[in-house]
T-cell receptor, first 111, second 116 residues
């Protein structure tokens, strides 16, 4: 079993839809939870991060962490064609430099 | 603006060739990483380095080696390229643990390597 599971999609939604992206994980030592966005032919860039459990909101994006269920989510409200990208979840346990990445979910938002 | 650059965007090599992939960062970061990215498998860590001349194996080091002679430069070497090493290779850098709570990594644009 992989440490981090993420459905690779692809996910196709109409413009304006609410998008939900999810990851599950098995290592209870993870404390930092991140979402990276990767546009085609580019490297990933950090979109949001959350420490431990809870929610974090940044504009149209909301990140949620439920440590009891070992489940994290990224919600995108009012999705735009410019949100079309691959979204990767990533996790880290304290004291280590390595990130563990999910497989990435490819999202297409069509006008 | 932070920057990680990789020597080539696209590379085509033949089976058995020795291949060098170069990565340079201008952020004075201690940590540098090499990943390969394949559809459905995500990012898999090949090697990382937390200081000059220091390296540690990642999850899939077989068939690869690395070199870090200067802080800003991290090289990935395929000693004898094989077709199953055809992939997208991504380099990343980050500050050391303790200086960044998240361990945020900054990525280069990637090198798409095809081994024929």
């Amino acid at each position: 079993q992989k440490e981090v599971e993420q459905d690779p999609g692809p996910l196709s939604v109409p413009e304006g839809a609410i998008v939900s992206l999810n990851c599950t994980y098995s290592n209870s030592a993870f404390q930092y939870f991140m979402w990276y966005r990767q546009y085609s032919r580019k490297g990933p860039e950090l979109l949001m991060y959350t420490y431990s459990s809870g929610n974090k909101e940044d504009g149209r994006f909301t990140a949620q962490v439920d440590k009891s269920s070992k489940y994290i989510s990224l919600f995108i409200r009012d999705s735009q064609p410019s949100d079309s990208a691959t979204y990767l979840c990533a996790m880290r346990s304290g004291g280590y430099n390595k990130l563990i990445f999910g497989a990435g979910t490819r999202l297409a938002v069509h006008p | 603006d932070v920057k990680v650059t990789q020597s080539s965007r696209y590379l085509v090599k033949r089976t058995g060739e020795k291949v060098f992939l170069e990565c340079v960062q201008d952020m004075d970061h201690e940590n540098m990483f090499w990943y390969r990215q394949d559809p459905g498998l995500g990012l898999r860590l090949i090697y990382f380095s937390y200081d000059v001349k220091m390296k540690e194996k990642g999850d899939i080091p077989e068939g690869y080696s690395v070199s870090r002679e200067k802080k800003e430069r991290f090289s990935l070497i395929l000693e004898s390229a094989s077709t199953n090493q055809t992939s997208m290779y991504l380099c990343a850098s980050s500050e050391s643990y303790g200086r960044t709570p998240t361990g945020e990594q900054f990525f280069g644009p990637g090198t798409r390597l095809t081994v024929l």
